[in-house]
């Protein structure tokens, strides 16, 4: 007998069990292998292939609102409308506002506080005087208006005369609407930096920046203030002593030894002693 090299038939069996790995496998290749850019999240331009973007069908949401489709039904109902606006003149225009003055009104009649020292025969003088200034400032310009019109009609004058239209918006001060400093304050808290401590020349200096000509400058301050220390209280000792004196002198300061003071009257003047030391030690 030869060699058979015939291939044996497969079953059905086997042959759906084959297509069933190679299934498999593909899926398992699919998985193993790196995700494409629509499915690993956040994607640059720079990630992924140029116009990529317009070969995949995209899902997103739009922030604003759909502009409306224009057709040309749309069109001539926009236009029929306009067109019966004009004729009913039914127009949609702004209304021009007028600012209304800050300044509060009263309804009642302003009284006048202030005695008039004048008559009423000079008071009813200066209200026709002020009705007639009206009336010949009306009178003016309306000589002016026709004198306009006239001379626009010969050939001299070429255009009319330009009105200036000047309108006055009286504001109300901000003093009166709050006040600027505080209320609670005392004359302290108002005084200025300079005017507690006088401002040093020159630049300020730590210690470590200070050098030989700094350090003896502040020694010589110090000095001097040490002086006026010392001079002060030898004044206050000299006072003290020369007030005592007097004192004695009067016959108002007695030694405690000759006479028998009460408790009262020793506390008393020890009190007022002790006031008038402390009177001159502030002085």
Sequence with gaps: MGAVNDEQEESGFQKRQKKLKAKIAAVEEENLAPRSWELSGEVTAMDRQTNSMLEKHVDYDHGRRIAPLITLDK???????????????????????????????SYRVPLQEKISKKSLAEVYEEQYQQKNNLRAKY???????????????????????????????????????????????????????????????????????????????ERRKKKVHLDDFQNHRILNRQKRRELAERKVKNGKRRSLKAVNVKSTNFFKELQETAMEEVNLVFI
């Design 75 to 105: 069109t001539e109902r926009l236009e029929a409308m306009i067109i019966q606006r004009i004729k009913d003149k039914a127009f949609d225009d702004v209304e021009r506002k007028d600012r209304d003055q800050d300044t509060a009104r």
């Design 139 to 217: 009178i003016c310009v309306v000589l002016m208006f026709w004198f306009t019109v006239l001379n626009s009609l010969s050939n001299v004058f070429g255009y009319l005369q330009v009105r200036p239209e000047i309108t006055i918006v009286n504001n109300m001060a901000s003093l009166r609407k709050e006040e600027v400093g505080p209320m609670a304050s005392t004359e302290e808290m108002l005084v200025a930096p300079e005017e507690v401590k006088r401002h040093e020349k020159g630049e300020i200096k730590g210690s470590d920046e200070r050098g030989s000509t700094d350090r003896a400058r």
